[in-house]
């Protein structure tokens, strides 16, 4: 598996300081083969493999994690981050109804969507309205009129043997009955082919111009690998649709043709579909997509969990070093450092359980503010940081020089770091942190 060849290729090479060229490009080749593995297309893989060098080229290595283990995490936020990041939601009408347009081949699985969609938004809270505008299949009308009904939803169909209707036009008094219903959604349910069509291009083309959907959602099924490109850009080119859904991913697609679709025509996947039943449905989440695409869910797992033992590692040297009263500036530093990659201290503090007082006081902290003392600390040499009491007053104005602030900032820092370390060092005692009581100023 590529996770076996990846620990081959490289094994524990921690805290080199610097990603080499070697590590990335043999990372890279593997997880390439692992791309295309997955059905990605060519051009993509090539794109983004390309992108992802550069970005590990100028990378910190990592304490926690080996080089073969921080390209993959690279990879891994990298394709979360082309698979769309964050969900897009759907764009509602701000008169309703609103209405999503389904397009896709035959077979894709756009009238099992209809239903999986009107049960969803009924959990949402909407009351959704199916409209039947494939009057090309003899039973395809009966099949959303049935789905419709396991997802105990309205569904509007042409009036039964009239001879094959006009499906602009059903589309069009489909949304006259919602409005008249007073249903705020409608699922516009239509025709596909085996294969990409120039009629069934033209009647989608139709329907979207006649109703002016608010959604148009391409239908692919994520099994068909590859060919999912071409068809997205039929689509696009012949329809044009505004998000992606992507279907039967309970089958034993890797979901590379996710990637590509997403990649190739610009616009987000926003519901993933994996088995028959109404249930079998989701939101697009990006990262287990990515993780599948990569197929080394263990890898990751096993990322995450060497990131979170050594912060674990960590906070408990410095929780040592509390206790002891031996911080130094330089875990200061370090400690400010990593809160605030963290967000705002505000947000941070706001997480502790019963922080009350300290969060109040803490929550007039200002960031300039830290951004100064960062600065100041920054201006100290190691040997000052490590043992705070040698910062004598020709040292102070010399830091207070190189960091562009007054001498009476660096006094203020100073004296208020000892005190800091001497009430640290006694509430550690009182809560019983390792180290604690045991010297120290
Ligand atoms: P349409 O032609 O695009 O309307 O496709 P259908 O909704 O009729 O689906 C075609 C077939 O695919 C049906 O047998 C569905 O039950 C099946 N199907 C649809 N979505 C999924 C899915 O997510 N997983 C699986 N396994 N089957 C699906
Ligand atoms: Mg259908």
Do not use: Y
Request: net charge neutral; with cysteine; charged share 25%.
């Amino acid at each position: 598996t590529l996770s076996d060849r990846l620990t081959s290729v490289l094994q524990n090479l921690r805290g080199k300081g610097r990603l080499s060229d070697a590590d990335i490009d043999a990372t890279c080749r593997e997880i390439r083969i692992a791309l295309l593995e997955a059905d990605v297309a060519l051009p993509v893989v090539r794109a983004f493999i390309a992108g992802v060098k550069q970005r590990a080229k100028g990378a910190e290595v990592s304490q926690a994690l080996n080089p073969a283990q921080q390209v993959v995490k690279i990879v891994n936020e990298e394709l979360i981050g082309i698979l769309g990041g964050e969900t897009r939601r759907l764009n509602l009408a701000k008169n309703p109804p609103t209405v999503i347009m389904l397009a896709g081949l035959q077979g894709a699985g756009k009238t099992t969507l209809a239903g999986k969609l009107a049960k969803w938004l009924r959990g949402q809270g909407h009351a959704p309205l199916l409209v039947a505008c494939d009057l090309q299949r003899p039973n395809a009308v009966t099949q959303l009129q049935v789905v419709g009904q396991r997802a105990g939803v309205a569904v509007f169909a042409p009036e039964p043997g009239n001879g094959v209707g006009d499906p602009v036009d059903v589309a069009r008094r489909g949304i006259d009955e919602a409005r008249r219903a007073q249903h705020d959604v409608v699922v516009v349910d239509t025709a596909g082919r085996l294969g990409i069509d120039e009629e069934m291009m033209r009647q989608a083309a139709d329907i979207r111009q006649a109703v002016q959907p608010d959604e148009v959602l391409f239908v692919v099924d994520a099994m068909i690998g590859q060919d999912a490109v071409t068809t997205a850009e039929a689509f696009r080119d012949g329809v044009g649709f505004t998000g992606v859904v992507l279907t039967k991913l309970d089958g034993d697609a890797r979901g590379g043709a996710a990637l590509s679709v997403r990649q190739v025509t610009g616009q987000p996947i926003m519901f993933a579909s994996n088995g028959e039943k109404l249930e079998d449905f989701d939101v697009f989440h990006p990262d287990r997509m990515a993780s599948r695409i990569l197929g080394m869910g263990d890898v990751l797992t096993l990322i995450e969990q060497a990131e979170q033992a050594f912060d674990a590692e960590q906070a408990e040297q410095a929780a040592q070093k509390i206790g002891s009263g031996q911080l130094t500036l330089e875990d200061f530093l370090e400690q400010m450092l990593a809160i605030r990659k963290m967000g705002p201290i505000a947000n941070l503090l706001g997480m502790l359980p019963g922080a009350g007082q300290m969060k109040e006081a803490m929550a007039q902290v200002d960031e300039k503010h830290l951004d100064r003392l960062q600065a100041i600390i920054r201006g100290m040499t190691p040997a000052e940081r490590a043992d705070p009491k040698m910062i004598n007053a020709s040292r102070r104005l010399r830091i207070a020089k190189g960091s562009g602030v007054q001498v009476s900032e660096v006094n203020d820092l100073v004296n208020r770091f000892f005190e800091a370390r001497k009430m640290m060092s006694q509430m550690a005692g009182r809560f019983g942190l390792p180290g604690a009581g045991r010297g120290g100023s």
